[in-house]
């Protein structure tokens, strides 16, 4: 097949913003790859007005799907879900947040770079962060090769989760997501262990909008205490050594901080 379908799995809740959202599927639906098709669970009760935009949407255009919940539940569990929903009918799948932009041609390279690197899992690309007008801030680079991405490991998550497009043997090798508070890194560590290859393209492939919100959801004691357990968890099971330690400690702290350090902290770090 020239051409194969590719599933994008996007997970909407009420608090966002129906200006974010109709970007971020303008911008899946600007792509330069002819045949992608957007999956969205509208997970928990959404306001009659962002309900409406996805209804739009599912109406206009023919590859757009919609799947309700009642109950807001975890975005692991809801991205599990897509991928039970559509499994057998495509052989890639890419993330999309409610709020960022996928670059043009970014569907397209991550096609054409599964194709030719069949060994390859999972493949991730660079970012560039926005503020809430879309003006950028600042471009941010990932570690290509896989042994990179496995030492960059150390030091935090070696890959943007927005960015990835799965192969389908991710999923049969890995299994899907652990539903728990910062899946993304869990999963990474799942797949390492499960033998998955992993590659970052040095490429921008998405706007990745950067708000006060994001910050003050990463903030409190418990929620902090709960992400350093899990970095715990990756640091042993991975036997990435003692200076992942004291990074998994240094951003402990960080995050403890008050908004206005943890800002221009995120910027210095990343």
């Given at each position: 097949m020239m051409h194969p379908r590719v599933a994008v799995l996007m997970s909407v809740i009420d608090r966002e913003r129906e200006d974010y959202l109709r970007r971020a599927i303008d911008s899946i639906g600007a792509q330069t790859y002819p045949h992608v098709d957007l999956h969205v669970s509208m997970s928990g009760k959404l306001r009659d007005s962002l309900a409406a935009v996805l209804e739009e949407y599912r109406r206009r255009h023919t590859g757009v799907y919609l799947y309700s919940h009642a109950v807001n539940?975890?975005?692991?569990?809801?991205?599990?879900?897509?991928?039970?929903?559509?499994?057998?009918?495509?052989?890639?799948?890419?993330?999309?947040?409610?709020?960022d932009?996928?670059?043009?041609?970014?569907?397209?390279?991550?096609?054409?770079?599964?194709?030719?690197?069949?060994?390859?899992?999972?493949?991730?690309?660079?970012?560039?962060?926005?503020?809430?007008?879309?003006?950028e801030l600042k471009r941010?680079?990932?570690?290509?090769?896989?042994?990179?991405?496995v030492r960059f490991f150390r030091k935090r998550s070696p890959m943007a989760h927005v960015t990835v497009m799965f192969r389908r043997s991710f999923f049969e090798k890995a299994g899907l997501y652990p539903p728990v508070p910062l899946e993304d890194a869990l999963y990474w560590m799942q797949g390492l262990r499960a033998g998955c290859r992993f590659h970052n393209m040095p490429d921008y492939l998405v706007r990745v909008r950067r708000t006060d919100d994001l910050l003050r959801r990463r903030?409190?004691?418990?929620?902090?205490?709960?992400?350093?357990?899990?970095?715990?968890?990756?640091?042993?099971n991975l036997g990435l050594g003692t200076s992942a330690y004291m990074y998994a400690g240094a951003m402990f702290g960080v995050q403890l901080l008050p908004i206005a350090i943890k800002r221009v902290l995120y910027d210095k770090l990343r």
């Open positions: 539940r975890p975005l692991a569990v809801c991205l599990n879900e897509l991928v039970q929903n559509v499994w057998g009918r495509y052989p890639y799948f890419a993330r999309m947040d409610s709020d932009e996928s670059l043009p041609d970014r569907i397209e390279k991550q096609v054409g770079f599964l194709k030719q690197r069949r060994e390859v899992d999972i493949v991730g690309g660079s970012i560039i962060d926005i503020d809430e007008t879309g003006r941010v680079n990932y570690p290509v090769d896989h042994e990179d991405i903030s409190g004691l418990r929620t902090c205490w709960q992400e350093l357990k899990i970095r715990l968890t990756i640091n042993r």
